[in-house]
C-alpha cells in the first residue's frame, strides 16, 4: 500500500515537473525573439563602425563564417603556385585589395581604419593569411562576407585571377623581391628646385 501511494506521488510530481519544463520552454521561445526585437526597435543597439561590438556578435559571426567556410571553400587549387602567379596576383592585388588591406611601405587608408569590422593589413606581420589554405582566400574574395565590408569579386574578377591573389597572399612571407616591388609603395620623388632668374633669384612670373 505504501509503495503504491509513493510511486503514485512520483508519477504525479514527474507529471508537473514536465510540464513546467514545457511551458518554460515555450516562453523562453516566445520571449526572446521578443525581447531582441525592441531590443534593435530601443536604439540602443550598436551600429556605428566606432561602438563597441553586441554581446555575442563575434562568436555568433566567427562561428558562422568557419562553417560555411568548411562546408563551401574549395580543397584543390587548380593555378600553380610560382613566381609567375605571385605577380599576376600582386597586380589583382595592388589594383583590388590594396586600399583596405595596405601595401608595403604605405601608411593606411584613412577609411579602412573607419570601418568596422578592421580590415586587416595584410601584407604586415602579424596580419598575414600565410597559415590559411588558399582556398578560405579564395572563398572570401570570391563570395565577400556580410556586414564586414568585404565586397564579392566573383563578377568583378576571373576564376584564375582570385586564385593567382590567393595563392600570393598565402606565400606573403616570402615572396621573390621582383613580387614585393609591385606591392611597395615608391618613395615620394623629391621636390624639384624652384627656377632661379639671371641674377639667382627665383623668377617671377609674368603677368597677362
Sequence with gaps: MIDRLVSSATTREGGVTMKSFIAGLIVGIILVPVAFYFYMRSGLAPVATDAPPMPMEKFFAKTALHAKLKESMPRTVPVPADDTTFLAGAQVYTHN??????????????????????????????????????????????????LSGMPAFRGTLSTTQLWQVSLMLANADKLPDAVRQVLTVPPPAPPKPAKRGAKGAPASRTKN
Design 97 to 146: 585589395c590594396a586600399r583596405c588591406h595596405g601595401r608595403i611601405g604605405a601608411p593606411e587608408w584613412p577609411g579602412a581604419k573607419g570601418m568596422f569590422p578592421h580590415p586587416p593589413q595584410l601584407l604586415e606581420s602579424g596580419h598575414m593569411v600565410t597559415d590559411d589554405p588558399p582556398g578560405v582566400t579564395f572563398w572570401k574574395a570570391q563570395n565577400g562576407i556580410r
